[in-house]
């Protein structure tokens, strides 16, 4: 008995003999493990719910670049240029891409099929977001627990693996630039913090590759090249200047800007625009300061300021030299052009209709980030309290991201991060004062003092951020399940008894569209579809998603709004042999093209305004309708005969009260039913009426002349007046 | 005016020559070096012309990049700083100089075209 229970106490003993460093670490990795797991697991409903799939439109275009980059090498991708988009023009894909998501996923790819682990690309592209969202859980870890201590970090990375924030854009099979950008944006800061903190060379080049890689993902990277000079601003600004200082963000500046310039798609924008003059004015300003800094320590005060007046006279001329030099040979770089980007959103129609450019309402803000963003605040006001070089920079990190937030919804995605790091710093410091014996801290307070907190306020305060922690768990597990996981290209409803209907209606046409049609064909459909038809269908298209040629998509708004016969002229002159078109009113479905008509003409009016005038279409009492009281060029438009064609006989609903002809999306009974289509003829309407696809008929034949008709009267036979010298 | 700026210069001067150790003289001659290097290349392309761009932006960029490297090393091994820098020793700051001239160079290599 009794050696049992000393047996008993030294197993005890093997089991917990480990040191508290120890054990913190053990501690660490599991919880950044769990989180990685857990980011990793929340991203995969709509793999478990559908299939594994590519979702919405954008990821088709990626999927379709490192398809084509892992069958033909990396060489054929950067000099790739695809004649089967944007027909005619086509489209130099190697200068106008991002290409780090396509390179990440094709190394990855390569590297598996190396070891003789075979995986699909598709599975590749599909998985890459979750799997990097652990990875930005870590980099987050890292900079959090710079900034501030371990603790925070661990709450930071539980927190951004699975804010709705971020998983918005990098569920499974959103296979977009921010999956992995969001994770180079985080490590790319936290080596940067290193850098300012240590003052070593070594960090700094690690900084300038992780911003190599952020450059190679996605645009953002001017985010990152505006937010380093404006903290370096800020420091010299605050009389913390320091060796250090110097040493991080003049390596970083030079290295960074020759690395920036690899990505073709960059150039030589580095030096020329205006987004990244600011990181040049700082360079400047730094150099000059470091300069004054050094002579001031050796001169005296006298002598320096003799010095400082001829430097400074010296530096005005060299300015007003380089302006003179620069307006001269017409390089200024277009200031007005970044700032007035907010007025071309209302001005330029296309950048007005892209649904992610609207700006933030405060819902969104509370969806996205739950609790955060009422803790956020709070952080932000501990690390302005205990200021120090790193904190300033998460400071200018979380103003500037608000700010941007605030602007434009799709932007929300770059203030997560930093409210996920503000907001575990907020529950750190709650959960230090509270928790944890007062005795064992380092200055505990004297027996019978007034001071230190009792049990009774310390566990309610406890439990209190406990439950609130764990209904943002439950939110954001609610969030992701609900309105994140959609495929978009694969739609379900659900009947009374809960059971599941798929209308599968966009991939039965593509795929119709690729076993059915000539391999060269081409097919005209709203920019929207671009990027599916060109991934599922793999038809060269008009116009797509990149959006980058606003005339030519005027052109295309201008066939679907003109009557048919315009339209067929358009249609000539572009080769079109599909026209491809999403009608919802059989189902309901808001989302198809009669309710985008609008921009459709608004574009088109933008560049042929004397063709198209958008008040034609509506109703003299300035209503939209599609019934019978709707305007006549409405109703005879092309878009709106493609849409309704054969609908007139359709018997929509079971409920036998609703005509035919009855439209579920805008709840109206249709104007025109007795559509005759004359240049086109339907090819192909999918199970639920959702997608159409017409054939554009070839020019007919000329008539065959009666014979009479065929009788050319005899010429007068021409006798030349000229004298013909022999 | 100037001959107090001159003079100012002259006793900067003197001061520098007694008060610097070798080892950062070195780097300093090194330094002049690089910075009339490029100012060379930028004269070059001032008369010659900018095309190819990006050879001359490789160029360029590398004296610049040279130059703040060296700068840094300076800042570094000065024994003045050793209390900002106390984790790094001078043989580390070396280490680091070099493996930032190679990831520089090797840019500037794929850049020159």
Redesign the interface.
């Known amino acids: 008995m009794h050696t049992a229970h000393v047996f008993k106490e030294g197993v005890l003993d093997i089991f917990f003999s480990g040191t508290p460093a120890g054990w913190q670490s053990l501690l660490s990795f599991t919880i950044l493990f769990l989180a990685w797991l857990a980011g990793f697991s929340s991203r995969l409903f709509a793999v478990i719910r559908f299939e594994s799939i590519i979702h919405e439109f954008d990821p088709w275009f990626n999927y379709r670049s490192t398809h084509h980059l892992s069958t033909n090498g990396f060489y054929e991708f950067l000099n790739w240029f695809d004649e089967r988009a944007w027909y005619p023009l086509g489209r130099i894909v190697g200068g106008t891409v991002y290409p780090g998501l396509m390179v990440t996923a094709g190394l990855i790819h390569y590297l598996l099929n190396l070891l003789n682990v075979t995986v699909h690309i598709r599975d590749v592209c599909v998985f890459l977001a979750p799997i990097f969202s652990g990875l930005t859980a870590i980099s987050t870890f890292l900079l959090t627990r710079e900034l501030w201590n371990q603790g925070a970090g661990l709450l930071a990375a539980c927190f951004i693996a699975i804010v709705p924030g971020y998983i918005s854009r990098s569920v499974a099979g959103s296979f977009d630039n921010e999956g992995i950008a969001i994770f180079a944006l985080q490590f790319t800061y936290y080596l940067w913090v290193k850098s300012v903190k240590?003052?070593?060379?070594?960090w700094?080049?690690g900084c300038?590759?992780s911003y190599f890689y952020m450059v190679s993902a996605w645009g953002g990277y001017v985010f990152i090249i505006n937010l380093i000079p404006l903290h370096v601003f800020v420091l010299l600004l605050m009389q913390r200047y320091?060796?250090?200082l110097?040493?991080a963000y003049?390596?970083f500046y030079?290295?960074g800007?020759?690395?920036s310039?690899?990505i073709p798609f960059v150039g030589?924008q580095p030096?020329r625009t205006s987004e990244h003059m600011a990181a040049a004015g700082v360079f400047a300003l730094l150099q000059a300061y470091a300069f004054l800094q050094y002579?001031k320590d050796?001169?005296t005060k006298q002598?320096f300021q003799?010095?400082f007046f001829?430097g400074v006279s010296l530096a005005a001329g060299v300015v007003f030299l380089t302006v003179i030099y620069l307006t001269y040979t017409g390089e200024t770089p277009n200031l007005p052009d970044s700032v007035c980007f907010r007025y071309a959103k209302i001005h330029i129609p296309i950048i007005a209709s892209v649904s992610e450019h609207q700006p933030t309402t405060w819902v969104s803000f509370f969806f996205d980030l739950h609790i955060l963003v009422c803790t956020f605040p709070a952080g932000l006001w501990f690390c302005i309290k205990n200021i120090n070089d790193e904190r300033v920079f998460v400071a200018l990190y979380a103003i500037s991201a608000v700010y941007f937030a605030g602007v434009m919804v799709r932007l929300m995605l770059t203030l997560t991060p930093v409210v996920c790091m503000l907001s575990a710093i907020a529950f750190s410091s709650v959960f230090e004062h509270y928790l944890g014996d007062d005795m064992k801290r380092e200055n505990p307070p004297a027996e019978d003092s007034k001071e230190g907190l009792g049990p009774n306020i310390k566990s309610i305060v406890t439990m209190l951020m406990l439950m609130l922690l764990m209904m943002f768990a439950v939110h954001c597990t609610w969030v992701t399940s609900n309105a994140y996981s959609s495929p978009s290209v694969v739609l379900a409803s659900y009947n009374h008894d809960g059971s599941r209907n798929i209308l599968d209606d966009f991939r039965e046409a593509y795929y119709w569209l690729r076993q059915n049609t000539d391999e060269h064909a081409r097919v005209m459909s709203w920019w929207d579809y671009g990027y599916q038809i060109a991934g599922m269908a793999n038809r060269t298209t008009l116009v797509d998603n990149n959006t980058w040629n606003n005339s030519h998509i005027a052109l295309v708004g201008k066939a679907m709004s003109s009557n048919e016969s315009a339209a067929y002229e358009i249609m000539k002159s572009l080769d079109v042999d599909y026209v491809l078109i999403i009608f919802g009113g059989v189902i309901g479905y808001s989302g198809d093209d009669i309710n985008k008509f609008l921009w459709m003409v608004r574009i088109a009016e933008g560049e042929h305004p004397k063709d198209i005038r958008e008040s034609d279409y509506f109703t003299p009492q300035g209503e939209f309708r599609v019934d019978k009281a709707g305007s006549p060029t409405l109703l005879n438009c092309l878009m709106y005969k493609m849409s309704y064609y054969r609908f007139g006989e359709m018997q929509v609903t079971l409920d036998f009260r609703t005509p035919p002809g009855f439209d579920r999306t805008r709840n109206a009974e249709i104007g025109n039913k007795d559509i005759r289509l004359k240049h086109l003829e339907e090819a192909f309407t999918s199970e639920h009426w959702l997608v159409r696809i017409y054939r554009v008929k070839k020019q007919e034949n000329r008539q065959a002349l009666d014979h009479k008709l065929r009788n050319v009267a005899a010429k007068q036979k021409y006798t030349s007046k000229k004298v013909c010298i022999a | 005016?100037s001959s107090?700026?001159i003079s100012?210069?002259s006793?900067?001067l003197e001061?520098?020559n007694s008060s610097t150790s070798t080892k950062l003289k070195v780097v300093d001659a090194y330094l002049l070096y690089i910075l009339l290097t490029g100012a060379l290349q930028f004269l070059y392309c001032l008369l010659v012309g900018t095309f190819p761009?990006?050879s001359f932006?490789?160029g360029f960029?590398?004296c610049?990049?040279s130059f703040?490297?060296a700068?840094?090393?300076r800042?570094?091994i000065n024994p003045q700083?050793k209390a900002?820098?106390l984790?790094?020793s001078p043989e580390?700051?070396f280490a680091?100089?070099l493996?930032?001239h190679t990831?520089?160079h090797l840019?500037?290599i794929?850049?020159v075209g």
């Open positions: 240590t003052g070593s060379v070594f700094t080049i300038c590759l320091s060796r250090r110097y040493i003049s390596t030079i290295v800007l020759v690395l310039m690899q030589f030096i002579l050796r001169l002598e003799t010095l001829l | 005016m107090s700026v100012v210069i006793r900067f001061e520098y761009f990006n932006l490789s960029i590398s610049v990049g703040i490297l700068v840094c090393l800042i570094q700083n900002e820098f984790s790094t580390r700051a680091d100089f493996f930032a990831v520089l840019v500037a794929n850049f």
